[in-house]
């Protein structure tokens, strides 16, 4: 038995160790991508292929804390039920010993590639060097070894290929540190995915780390994807331990683009990636999580599993903006349906899991109150929304405030277990959270006036059986 047939087989027996014990915490989602077993992070190879979507991730099956990641992978022909795969790659080589981090994926010839950084620590020195694996099913997959070493000028922080191809030429972005510890994204070219060219940086200029980067067109207009950090918090900006967030412009000889944006508003989402789907949508999932920000005091730790991913979401450009829709095909999960229309306020039990629409009939303040433990509110005459939760590790409240360029008309939510996401004014604004309240705990009061819809939402396979 090889490294790699080891490293898969013991993941294996840990999961089913501990699979009773995780999908019986009262926090585990019925409906999200989770973490099988340990630790979830970044979404990884988002894309679709011969009808099949195809989601990998960072996990660390064997610990709740980061370490050495595999690439997990869930496979889906509807984005609602996922089913869980064998791991995609495993830390077995001299290349990525210490870590199958980050990357993307691409169909080439019939088959599916992925690129992804091998991490390297020999006496706490980084290396990182751009990998290839391949595969003909999208079930087994052959390392193909290392397709790029850092350049001249970065250090060991160079991570996270985006794959893609214009015309006949194939390119590469990847997230970088530069020699003088500032964050960029650098580009390469290649004619055949095997000879990359060294072409320069991207963009750069604010923070000290840029993670993540994704490069997409969308309605004629270029947008790059990244997540910067070391952005020190400014008013109601910046205001998590790492921000994602993307520039909007036009790549010729070179990329001038706008200010900076922040992607999602609220306290967990980080590392997005997205994919061009075979009806031409441009589809995203988020991470639902925050690397060093008190991901000790989660409370699933004692059941084996922590984090877990956004559903899918639609990004559809507006002017300078992005907006974020969630899929429609999100509407199989909907089962019971029940509908209030009021003129000053509504309290009432709604389910754990369920997804609420509110369509505002009037323009004044709205305050909500969810489960009693995170609240949502607006004030009318400077249109922001304030959402409120307790800190994981000493339960003093935090917010996060977004600003509307127009009065709010709508709010739509998606409840699982421990998360909430919240969609304003059409996508406008997005705020993801993960939640933890009192797991009986069912109270919702809206003081507002409007028609509030709310649907119980069936169980899907989060992350696999």
Known sequence: MNQDEYLKQKAEEYRKKHQEQVKNDPYYPQYHIASPVGLLNDPNGWIQWNGTYHLFFQWMPFDTAHGAKFWGHVRSENLVDWQLEAPALTPSSWYDKDGCYSGSAIVHEGKLYLFYTGNVKNDEVREAYQCLATSTDGQVFHKQGVQIEVPDGYTAHFRDPKVWKEGTK????????????????????????????????????????????????????????????????????????????????????????????????????????????????????????????????????????????????????????????????????????????????????????????????????????????????????????????????????????????EPLHSLHCYLDHSSIELFVNGGALTFSARMFPDPNEETFEVKGSGTLSIWSLRKSVGGGD
């Open 170 to 405: 194939w390119y590469m972005v990847i997230g970088a540190q530069t020699d003088q510890e500032k964050g960029s994204v650098v580009w390469y070219e290649s004619e055949d995915l095997n000879d990359w060219t060294f072409r320069g940086e991207l963009s750069s200029g604010f923070g000290y780390m840029w993670e993540c980067p994704d490069y997409f067109q969308l309605d004629g207009k270029d947008i790059l994807l990244f997540s910067p950090q070391g952005l020190s918090a400014s008013g109601i900006d910046y205001q998590n331990t790492y921000q994602s967030g993307y520039v909007i412009g036009e790549w010729k000889d070179d990329f001038t683009h706008g200010p900076f944006v922040e992607l999602d508003r609220g306290f967990d989402f980080y590392a997005p990636q997205t994919t061009k789907d075979e009806h031409g949508r441009r589809l995203l999932f988020g991470w639902m999580g925050m690397a060093d920000d008190n991901e000790p005091h989660h409370p699933t730790i004692s059941n084996q599993w922590i984090h877990q991913l956004t559903i899918p979401r639609e990004l559809v450009r507006e002017g300078d903006r992005l907006y974020q829709k969630p899929v429609p095909e999100l509407k199989e999960l909907r089962e019971t349906k029940e509908e209030h229309t009021f003129y000053d306020n509504w309290n009432g039990p709604i389910p754990r899991v369920s997804e609420w629409y509110f369509e505002v009939s009037k323009e004044k303040d709205i305050h909500m109150s969810i489960f009693r433990y995170a609240t949502m509110e607006y004030n009318a005459s400077e249109k922001s929304i304030r959402f409120t939760r307790p800190r994981l590790d000493n339960g003093e409240i935090e917010e996060r405030i977004g600003m509307l360029n």
